[in-house]
């Protein structure tokens, strides 16, 4: 069989390869593949993962992410301080900072920015990332003042993301609703050049740009071109990345990446700080799932461990928790609390909670069978995910309903109150923004689906959000993961690996992976040839 | 009579002339003794009749649970501990192939069954009332212009994805083409003398379709019904292939290809197997309808 693999693998590279020019006789440019396209590069007005890895390259943030995940470093901004009331941050902005067209970048590009991030008129569906703003002014030439009206310890890693990049006012104001569409004008290490919808986008190195940020050893560009290319289906794509008609990619399928360990040529690493994670969300307000036994059971029944070998092929790391264990302010006491892989104590516990098997082998309790239904979107994985806990959770006597939507719908549906569970992953960078993003009251219905209400929580998060040293937000949203993982709202899944295959063409290519990114802001990268 | 085949010709296609002309002259006895002299024929009909009593069976036939998981055993290559292998939840190809093969043809035996009956009381009212045959047809024209992948997608978005949606869709699509094949059929049986005879003596229209010209135009709905079914199959394992069919943990030849897609290169076998029963079964039903619209051909026949 092994055999076979690679007879089709060579098979599919060489027709590849016979379809492809020689590239390699003149430095081509850096080709990046990936699955899906963006719909527009707004920093403001995407939130897929797909506009931030190509934002991160032609916009800066005032301050990044070093590799741990955890650790906020200098970005635009040199310095900064904060008030102790927690309301105020002053940023030192550097001076020597250029837009792609030759514009040097002013205080007053940074101020216009940013306000434009979180002024309710834009109407930008990640303002609230950027906290109840008082002002944002600028101090003298080089100094901004964000003031909050009440503090808010998740900012400084908001700032990172690329929702509060900063770009020329005159390029937003001059192509309008086409900013992110037909042009841009950034900051970044590579500038807009053309992007034609669902094929690629084409980047070209910033010529001015030499204030990297100091997690990378080298802060100028190294490449001349990058293409950002799309084969949306896995297998294509894997065939082209083998056929080295692309440089790079980390939408390699989870399945052949060991296969492409042991391809001479390419090198495959991993990011170990990689935070996108798969769980399952109850809807606590919903007859079956309200039932915390049910919960519990399917915490219980789920063997995450099997799912994280067998749908990632061993490339998959099991959520001991809620969140992931490389998150800021994950608390370790919350594991402890997750009920372990169990389904005879599962049935036990399902049977003490009253719900008998019926005839068909799925439970009932007064008249109400043990059914519920998940939603979810259509992706490479989830059919797999929710096949197996479906699978799972039969064994226990529950019945899970699957219905996958497209991505199109998905949305809109996720939004209604049709489902009882619902399966999602999703990336972030601190325990407080992901639980201050799912479980407050004033979130639901979304992204709050759960429609979890809880005054304890809701105050603990606030807590947390508004806390002014690290301790006490440490310890509010410890109290969250706690509570929540006790209440067994979620069932956590896995959290998804980034692993980046780059072809012996390039060196120096890093896996981050802020916000699904995993190239970030491609600095250190060099093409051989 | 050749001005009813004009008028025929005026509203339905030509190939389906010649099948709806050739077809619509009573069966003789002769029809299944040259159904069975053809080796082709033969063959098309054993497998229809093996993949038919292999989905009735599938509950006792099945050596494994379809719809259990063995994540340990995933993607398993034939021959390794299960016969055809295993898919990517690590459950039995057999098992999987014989519930996909008994939900795709129950997918098909319930599209074409609710088209055919629609389509056909259709078109014999088209072909009995010519008042409102203009209108009729122009509907089925219209039905016709759509095409069943976009059903399928408009009813998946309104009802839900699944297998409702797929054989509404099916059901549909199968419409216009039952209906026109009736009419054309019904139109030439009103023409024969013995259904004058039997308005002359009274008897009620439903009366004269029922026991005159319905039992003269099974020959021509049969052939249909045959090759439709084959062609229901593929539309409908296609639909189920883009997601808009059978939900997990059904199993569905459609479906089963469609997952088996992500491990083309590791696992093929999760992939083309299904895909190998789908073309055996559709092949089967078409060859099955060829030889029987020649056998049902009295021209041929001579």
Redesign the interface.
């Known amino acids: 069989?092994t055999k076979?693999?690679a007879l089709?693998?060579a098979g599919?590279a060489a027709a590849t390869l016979s379809a492809a020019p020689a590239m390699a006789q003149q430095k081509a440019p850096l080709q990046i593949l990936r699955v899906i396209d963006a719909d527009r590069y707004d920093p403001i007005r995407s939130t897929a993962t797909a506009a931030a890895e190509v934002l991160y390259m032609l916009a800066d943030t005032l301050v990044t992410v070093d590799f741990d995940m955890k650790t906020i470093k200098p970005g635009l901004a040199e310095s900064w301080t904060i008030s102790p009331d927690g309301k105020t941050y002053s940023f030192k902005i550097r001076k020597d900072v250029k837009f792609c067209d030759g514009r040097p970048m002013t205080i007053d590009d940074v101020v216009y920015s940013l306000k434009r991030w979180v002024d309710p008129a834009n109407k930008s569906p990640v303002s609230f990332r950027g906290g109840q703003v008082q002002d944002i002014r600028a101090d003298g030439d080089s100094t901004l003042i964000y003031e909050l009206k009440e503090p808010y310890s998740d900012l400084i890693f908001q700032m990172a993301l690329s929702f509060a990049s900063i770009v020329d006012k005159n390029a937003v104001e001059s192509l309008g609703a086409n900013f992110g569409v037909q042009g841009f004008n950034g900051t970044g290490p590579y500038c807009w050049v053309k992007w034609t919808p669902r094929q690629e986008l084409v980047l070209k190195k910033n010529p001015h740009y030499t204030w990297g940020p100091p997690i990378y050893k080298d802060p100028k560009p190294q490449v001349d071109d990058i293409v950002w290319k799309i084969i949306p289906e896995?297998?294509t794509l894997?065939?082209a990345i083998q056929a080295k008609q692309a440089d790079v990619t980390y939408y390699t399928?989870y399945?052949?990446l060991d296969?492409m360990q042991k391809i001479p040529g390419f090198t495959v690493q991993r990011q170990e700080n990689y935070i996108y994670d798969v769980f399952m969300g109850f809807r606590v307000d919903k007859p079956v799932a309200s039932d915390k036994a049910i919960r519990q059971a399917a915490n219980m029944a789920t063997?995450k461990e099997?799912?994280s070998?067998?749908i990632f092929f061993g490339k998959g790391q099991t959520l001991p928790s809620l969140l992931n264990p490389s998150v800021l302010d994950y608390d370790k006491s919350s594991a402890d609390k997750m009920p372990k892989y169990d389904p005879a104590g599962a049935a036990k516990l399902l049977d003490e909670a009253g719900w008998k098997p019926g005839a068909d082998g799925i439970r009932e309790k007064d008249g109400q069978k043990a059914t519920f239904t998940v939603y979810g979107i259509?992706n490479?994985d989830n059919?797999?995910i929710?096949?197996?806990m479906?699978?799972?959770l039969?064994?226990v006597g529950i019945d899970m309903?699957?219905?996958?939507?497209?991505a199109t719908?998905a949305w809109g549906k996720l939004a209604t109150q049709e489902f009882d569970a619902f399966l999602m992953s999703y990336p972030y960078v601190t325990a407080t923004e992901a639980l201050g993003l799912y479980f407050p009251s004033r979130q639901i219905p979304t992204p709050n689906r759960m429609n979890w209400k809880d005054p304890k929580t809701d105050d603990l998060i606030r807590q947390a959000a508004t806390a002014t040293d690290d301790a006490t937000r440490k310890q509010a949203i410890g109290a969250v993961q706690n509570q929540l993982t006790e209440a067994n709202v979620w069932v956590p899944l896995v959290t998804q690996p980034l692993w980046v295959v780059a072809t012996d063409r390039v060196e120096g290519a890093r896996a981050h992976g802020l916000y699904g990114a995993g190239l970030y802001k491609g600095l250190d990268i060099k093409l051989k040839r | 009579m050749s001005s009813v085949t004009d008028q025929i010709e005026k509203s339905t296609g030509a190939a389906e002339i010649a099948a709806v002309v050739a077809a619509s002259a009573p069966r003789r006895k002769s029809a299944l003794r040259m159904l069975l002299s053809d080796a082709g024929a033969c063959i098309a009909l054993a497998l229809v009749v093996l993949a038919i009593l292999g989905a009735v069976f599938a509950p006792w036939l099945a050596p494994t649970d379809p719809y259990g998981n063995d994540l340990a055993n995933t993607l398993k290559p034939p021959g390794d501990g299960a016969f055809l292998g295993t898919d990517g939840q690590g459950r039995d190809m057999i098992t999987r192939l014989l519930f996909g093969l008994r939900t795709t043809l129950m997918m098909g035996f319930a599209s074409v069954s609710f088209g055919c009956l629609i389509g056909g009381v259709i078109g014999f009212a088209a072909a009995y009332y010519p008042s409102i045959s203009g209108i009729l047809m122009r509907l089925m024209d219209v039905l016709l212009s759509f095409p069943a992948i976009l059903f399928g997608l408009a009813i998946a978005a309104i009802f839900g994805p699944g297998l409702t949606a797929v054989i509404i869709a099916l059901s549909i699509a199968t419409v216009p083409l039952m209906a026109r094949v009736v009419r054309g059929s019904a139109l030439v049986v009103l023409q024969q003398g013995y259904i004058e005879a039997a308005r002359s003596l009274g008897l009620s229209d439903l009366r004269i379709i029922l026991r005159y010209v319905l039992p003269n135009c099974l020959s021509a709905m049969f052939v249909f019904v045959t090759l439709r079914f084959g062609q229901v199959i593929l539309l409908g394992a296609a639909l189920s292939f883009l997601g808009l069919g059978a939900q997990p943990p059904t199993a569905e030849l459609g479906a089963m290809a469609a997952d088996g897609r992500n491990f083309l290169f590791f696992a093929p076998h999760v992939s083309v197997l299904p895909s190998l029963v789908i073309f055996a079964v559709v092949l089967a039903f078409n060859v099955l309808g060829d030889a029987l619209r020649d056998a049902l051909d009295p021209k041929l026949r001579k």
Not at chain 1, 401 to 406: H, R, S, T
């Open positions: 069989m076979l693999s089709l693998l599919a896995p297998n894997m065939a399928p399945i052949a296969t063997n099997a799912i070998k067998a259509r490479a059919p797999r929710s096949e197996a479906q699978a799972d039969r064994k309903k699957i219905q996958l939507w497209d719908v």
